[in-house]
């Protein structure tokens, strides 16, 4: 059974890097599929942030691609998110995700001073 | 970018009556190797989402019967037979041709 987990910092300053690390088992990330990163601000719906195939092929959503970044680390069969120069717009719950049936349980990221 | 428009984004509607929920995107999720990558999710109140209808119209294991899911080309529905309590939550649909991913709004389910 696949599971998913989200690790982190729940509380980041302003203008300084977000980073989470999303370990994986009962399934290895070189194996295959599409896995990723999801977040869901305060009062809002459900934006993709970004994902990658095994250990190449990442892709980011446009609107976040100047500031984030995905690594895959096999040995730990884990992947992780950066997200450079936040704001509190950034605030959300953020999931961990092997698109597109298991999903970690989320962790939430304030972006506060 | 394919954008992804829901409608309605709130719904009110008594157990044991249909809803239906609209997803529009502005280019098809039809794959060359010609799967369409729409999906469907349930997000519960205080849970990760939940993976309902995987291309199209087909039902992940153990989602019951009254939930169905239709379309092609850039329209698609998701309806529920006969609302239930259990029911409740935000529903929303998603493209996933790689290398982009694109979620709906979100609708907003309750029960009367």
């Known amino acids: 059974q696949v599971q998913l987990q989200e690790s982190g910092p729940g509380l980041v300053k302003p203008s300084e890097t977000l980073s989470l690390t999303c370990a994986v088992s009962g399934y290895s990330i070189s194996t295959g599929s599409y896995w990723g990163w999801i977040r869901r601000p305060p009062g809002k719906g459900l934006e993709w942030i970004g994902s990658?195939?095994?250990?190449?092929?990442?892709s980011y959503n446009p609107s976040l691609k100047s500031r984030v970044s995905i690594s895959v680390d096999t040995s730990k069969n884990q992947f992780s998110l950066k997200l450079t120069s936040v704001t509190a717009a950034d605030t959300a719950v953020y999931y961990c995700?092997?698109?597109?049936?298991?999903w970690g349980q989320g962790t939430l990221v304030t972006v506060s001073p | 970018d394919i954008v992804m428009t829901q409608t309605p984004l709130f719904l009110s509607v008594t157990p044991g009556q249909p809803a239906s929920i609209s997803c529009k995107s502005t280019q098809s999720p039809l794959h060359s190797d010609g799967k369409t990558y729409l999906y469907w999710y349930l997000q519960k109140p205080g849970q990760s989402p939940q993976l309902l209808i995987y291309?199209?119209?087909s039902r992940i294991s153990g989602v019951p019967d009254r939930f169905s899911g239709s379309g092609s080309g850039t329209d698609f529905t998701l309806k529920i037979s006969r609302v239930e309590a259990e029911d409740v939550g935000l529903y929303y649909c998603?493209?996933?041709?790689?290398?982009?991913?694109?979620f709906g709004q979100g609708t907003k389910l309750e029960i009367k």
């Open positions: 990658f195939y095994r250990t190449g092929s990442t």
């Open positions: 291309e199209v119209s």
């Open positions: 995700a092997r698109y597109p049936d298991h």
């Open positions: 998603m493209q996933g041709i790689h290398p982009m991913y694109t």
